[in-house]
């Protein structure tokens, strides 16, 4: 079920909660102890089995990846500039084949044996492999098993899908696969994370984290620049702190990601706050309770317009 988010304000060190007044609402309509207003949260939106079978299609495509960039020729390899991202660094990207995960293409009309994906090698922090996927370039699995068997069966969440796209029997959706892989630093392993960032405009109205493998943390800052994506330019001044720390520490809130879970951004939290992916050790504590990660963290994050 959607339910209360907790958030906990990092420099004040107080729980807040955001209170739903309406749940069928899609997006909450004031700001809440100044909670960015806009996040639902779906726990145990996919089963363990599901979970399991999910994790399975995405190291697949992974082991797809990672062999390509270790045998590939290099002097064939196209890498291309990103022209519009959502990090102020400039990243590249290159453009991958991959076999089409799927337990039931005997079943899908049209069924494509191969998409190609765009794969970003370390997007804003060492460990952390992005996966970009649009168009018809989706892997199947997703489609089936998570967006239209799970996503647009549930109430609240096809509800808030439906407000927030142009024509609901027509939606284009984008895909982004998130590897977050262990590093060493100082003799100490961590596991990536991904600076702070707005996603783009062309990803939709909302953007949706499916967690799997291992929990993590998410946090979130306000921000008055309006800035999408990276556009290459010779005067970026508004930009530069872009991914900044600096300034009041009581306007970052942060909040646990699950395994199984869903969170959802809309409204306010999705255009009008920062997030970003905290690197944390393989144990970590959030609100006096410690963690652990057993195996690398991913995500599927969803956007729709």
Not at 254 to 263: E, G, I, K, Q, Y
């Amino acid at each position: 079920m959607l339910k209360q988010h907790k958030l906990l304000g990092k420099g004040l060190k107080i729980n807040r909660t955001v209170r739903f007044r309406n749940y069928s609402a899609f997006a909450v309509q004031e700001n809440v102890c100044g909670i960015p207003p806009g996040i639902y949260k779906v726990d145990n939106f996919i089963t363990t089995q599901e979970h399991d079978d999910f994790c399975t299609q995405l190291r697949n495509i992974q082991s797809q990846i990672d062999d390509y960039i270790k045998n590939y020729d290099p002097s064939k390899k196209d890498i291309y500039i990103s022209q519009h991202h959502n990090l102020t660094s400039q990243e590249s990207f290159q453009k991958v084949k991959v076999t089409n995960p799927t337990s039931t293409k005997n079943q899908i009309e049209n069924y494509q044996e191969h998409i190609y994906v765009e794969v970003f090698e370390k997007y804003g922090e060492e460990g952390h492999v992005l996966v970009y996927c649009r168009n018809k370039n989706i892997p199947q699995f997703i489609i089936n098993d998570i967006i239209e068997k799970k996503m647009l069966q549930n109430d609240k969440v096809r509800e808030i899908i439906n407000q927030n796209v142009r024509n609901q029997q027509n939606i284009d959706w984008k895909i982004t696969l998130n590897y977050y892989n262990p590093i060493e630093r100082n003799n100490l392993v961590e596991y990536a994370g991904f600076p702070f960032h707005r996603d783009i405009a062309s990803n939709g109205n909302i953007t949706g984290i499916l967690t799997l493998g291992s929990p993590g943390l998410i946090e979130f800052k306000r921000t008055e620049v309006e800035y999408d994506g990276f556009k290459p330019k010779e005067e970026q001044s508004k930009e530069k702190n872009y991914n900044s720390h600096e300034g009041d520490c009581s306007n970052i809130y942060r909040t646990l990601l699950d395994v199984n879970s869903l969170l959802i951004l809309s409204g306010e939290s999705r255009w009008n706050y920062l997030h970003r992916v905290v690197p944390t050790a393989k144990e970590f504590e959030f609100e006096g309770k410690i963690y652990k990660r057993e195996q690398p963290r991913m995500t599927i994050v969803f956007g729709c317009k």
